[in-house]
């Protein structure tokens, strides 16, 4: 497959996933020449995601590089054509795209052939943007370890969201799960 490096970064609610993953992109981006961009999938529904939001607009204002935002909560194909072959891409995050599709849907959620489809389209919007830039550093809530209860919806998204996790594990060129701050590579050559 022709394209850019894939880069997976996974790990708990608050657990410095994407603080790591701001840092990756930027030290990728200080040996490039490419530009940085943040594909953005939260959407500020309460006071508590729009604080979140906004922490994460601030640390990259005080990186001191030029990011591009990209605000994309759903239909992530759309954009991308948008980067060249030396671009540093940023997504965060998948669980966050997912959701959005999902109550996008209304009841479809439903229906197996709307969860395979789904999960096809998220696959192929992120190959596509791999194959046009240089890194890919997708962003993840890993959510499969605690109990998940009879809910239907939740059974579901944990299903679509694990499969989508094994794949892109799969086709990525490193993996790391962030505990308490704590990046821990478990795919690829260690630096």
């Given amino acids: 497959m022709a394209g850019g490096s894939l880069i997976f970064i996974s790990g708990g609610v608050r657990s410095g996933k994407s603080s790591f993953a701001e840092r990756t992109a930027a030290g990728l981006a200080m040996k490039s020449e490419g530009k940085l961009h943040y594909i953005a999938a939260g959407k500020a529904y309460d006071p508590e995601m729009e604080a979140r939001i906004q922490r994460h607009q601030d640390d990259r204002e005080k990186s001191g590089l030029s990011w591009t935002t990209w ?69 993840s809530n890993e959510v499969l370890n605690e109990p998940i209860g009879k809910n239907e919806l939740v059974i579901t998204y944990s299903k679509i969201l694990g499969t989508l996790h094994r794949n892109i594990v799969g086709m990525a060129d490193e993996a790391y799960l962030v505990e308490a701050g704590i990046p821990i590579q478990m795919k690829g050559e260690p630096e």
Wanted: charged content about 30%.
């Fill in 71 to 139: 605000e994309k909560p759903s239909a992530l194909e759309e954009i991308s054509g948008n980067f060249n072959n030396q671009d540093i891409v940023l997504f965060d995050c998948l669980t966050t795209l997912l959701n959005n599709e999902l109550f996008r849907a209304e009841d479809d959620w439903r229906n197996r052939e709307f969860q395979e489809s789904l999960s096809f389209d998220i696959l192929r919007a992120i190959t596509e943007i791999r194959k046009n830039c240089r890194y890919l550093i997708v962003v």
